[in-house]
Every structure is written in C-alpha cells, then in structure tokens.
C-alpha cells in the first residue's frame, strides 16, 4: 500500500514541487483539564468587570476570531460583527492588533505567539519564557501558549478595564502583576471562590492551591485539543495522495511555484513562524503606549529595537483561512482574493488600499486612518518591504484560493467540545 501511495506522489504533476511533511508534534491533553480549561475560557469571571470572557473576541462563529478588524474589548457589548459600544463606559479606543486565529497553537512547533512574537520561549530565561513583563514573569506555565492565554487579562482595553473601576484594573495600573495581591492572583482568588471550579480542579491537580499557572495551563489545553486542525483534505494528499480537486492542485502548483507563497508561509501549517513586512495599511490607534501620540505599528521593531524589523509582522498559519476574514495585522482586508492581490503587488496595493472594506465597530475617532494619510508614513511602510511584484492572473488567484479552501478541517472549526450552554460563575456565555 505505501508502495502504490509513493507511486501515485511521483506520478503526481506536483511531485517536483518541495510540499511539506505532515509530520507536526501535538503534546498529549489531558480530558479532565480540558473541559476544566473549556469552562474557563467561556467564562467571564477572568475579566476586570466580569463582562467579557477568551471567547468574546475568539468565537468558533467567527474561525476563532470576533469578525472585525480591529475589535472593542472592555466598553463594549454583543459579538462578533454585532459588538457596540456601551453608552456608560466608552472604550478608550480600539484593541489594535486583529484578533488572530487558534487554530494549531497547541502544536510543538508553536514557539512564539503574537503579531509581534513579544512572547517567546527562551530557555536561558528562569521562566522559559522571553516575554514584555521581563525578569518580574512568573514561572510555572506549562507551555507558551499557556504563557498568552494570560496576557489579554492584563490589558485595559481587552479585558482589565480601565483605570481603577475594578480591583484588578487597579493592581494593572499600579504595576502589580504577579505575587500575592497581583492582577493575576486577583484572578485565581475568583476562581478559587466558586465551589464548582474547586472540585475541577482538584481532579487535575488535587487538593492544592490554585494558581494563575493551573488557570493558563488548563485554557492552553483547551485551546490545544478543542482547534487542533490537521485533516484537511490537503493533510490527507499529503500523508496518502488522496486526490484533490483539479482547481486545487492548480493552486498547490502555484502556491509552492511559481507565486512563491511558500517562501514565508511554509511547513505542514503554511507558516515559517517568521516577521515579514509587506506594506500592510496600518489602521486604528496603533501600538503605541498611552503617553505616545501616534497611529504607528511599527510590528516585530517594537520588540527587538532593530530597524530592519520595521513593518514586520508575524507569518499567519493558513489553516482554516477561508473561515477567518478580515486578514490582515490590523484586519485590512476583507477577503482573501484582496489580500492575495496585495501580496502580489504590495506597494501598489497600499497605494491604492480602500478603506471601505473595514469591518469597524461604531466608535467616535476620526484618526483611524491617520497613518493612511499621511505621505510620510506611507513612504516608511513602502520602504522596509522589499517584496517583488509577482504577476498572476484572475483565474490564477482563483486557484491559489481552491487550494486555501482545502486547508480546511471541518472538525476544528466546529470545534470539538463548542461553546458550554453555562459556567460555574453563573455569568452569561457568549453563544
């Protein structure tokens, strides 16, 4: 049989083509930890107000996003395309980054996470960790992903609040992070506090305290088993040569070929887990801090300090793209035949950019085009990408997305467990 399956690869137009091995490492997930971890990420109970839970802005309904380019967080209610603004507390601004996929985070090969990959695993570090809290990050996560599901806690605009109005907005706002009295043991004492998440967690980790670790570890393992997303139809050529649809063996060819999509997004997942700059629009507040005035996202410099970081931003995994709109660092574009286009060309694409593809929450702020219109901004962004044009056609573009569609694995985007009908806090669950 592997024999026949061999022959039939070589036989194969796209035998000459250098495809990736279906060969990614998933660490075991324990089932107990896992529903636990399920609970918690659909819980508000995580969040300064107890208003906005993981899910809020990393829903199955929207491909383990929230659906906007640029999302609202704390001040804001509903999901997905249909959050509005609270009238009695008003975010701040915008989150600034787009909400990414999950899917596959769990996998080994997962080291850095972010738009920016500000957290990093580093052995040298005591934590394992390299990421923006330093020498004060706590030790104790299992895994990197465990390490992020608890940044989003922290930040005022996503899930903290704002200023004093809760306690652990004011332990953020303080600077009192980790430790007894941090945000994050503020945290683990509301958990602690509800009888139902006790006996939880005492099936995982017994009868002991419970830490913000023992919180991260078991969301990361939920995140780990409920989007693992590795039988697409193109796993399945991969690992035995069952066929593709012709559209989509074109787009293959093209995709490892000739448009030389493969350069950055590579390996089983189609991401080399790199920082590229490509001239994406830079729209919303920006990545800046409170003190600095500007719309600037400077990406991956904002970390290393190194100029020809500029612009860069995080390679995406593919998997699932089809499901996951808008694209795009800050959500830019609305459908994947225009960011495709925009690879292909992309100082003439910004150049050109409409922003009247931006799926934007309502919210009073004249300056989310800022950077857009300003020559001088623009011209920085042209010039820290040095991505050459590629020349495709329509119907050419049409199969390098036949071959995105085959990414799909219909189990992970479902999900494998969905979206609890309730919690243990008794809070509303975003459906």
Known sequence: MRLAVAFALIASP???????????????QDIGQVQLGQLL?????????????CGTCHHPRFGTGDGLSLGLGEGASGLGTDRVVNPDNRPEQRIPRHSPALFNLGASEFTSLFHDGRLEADAS???????PLGAEMEEGFASVLSAQTMFPVLSADEMAGHYSE????????QGFITGEGGAWDLLSQRIRAIPEYRDLFNAVIGDQPIHFTDISDAIAAFVAFEWRADDSAFDR??????????????????FYGKAKCSTCHAGQFQTDHGFHAIALPQVGPGK????????????????????????????PSLRNVTFTAPYGHAGSHATLDGIIRHHLDPQAALAGYDASQLVLPDLANDSDLAVMGDAGELAEIVLASDVAPIPLSDAEIAQIIAFLTSLEDPTAITGRLGVPATVPSGLPVDQ
Do not use: C, W
């Open 125 to 131: 570090r005591p934590s394992g960790l390299r990421t």
């Open 41 to 53: 990420f659909y819980d508000p109970i995580l969040s300064g107000n107890k208003n906005i839970s």
């Open 166 to 173: 809760n306690e652990i907005a004011q332990a953020v706002r």
């Open 288 to 315: 800046a801090a409170r003190f600095e005035r500007h719309n600037r996202d400077v990406g991956r410099m904002r970390v290393t300090g190194a100029a020809e970081d500029a612009y860069a931003f995080r390679t």
């Open 237 to 254: 050529y991969l690992r035995d040569g069952t066929p593709l649809p012709d559209d989509a063996q074109a787009g293959i060819a093209l």
């Open 14 to 28: 796209l035998a000459a083509l250098d495809l990736p091995t279906p060969d990614a490492v998933f660490p075991e």
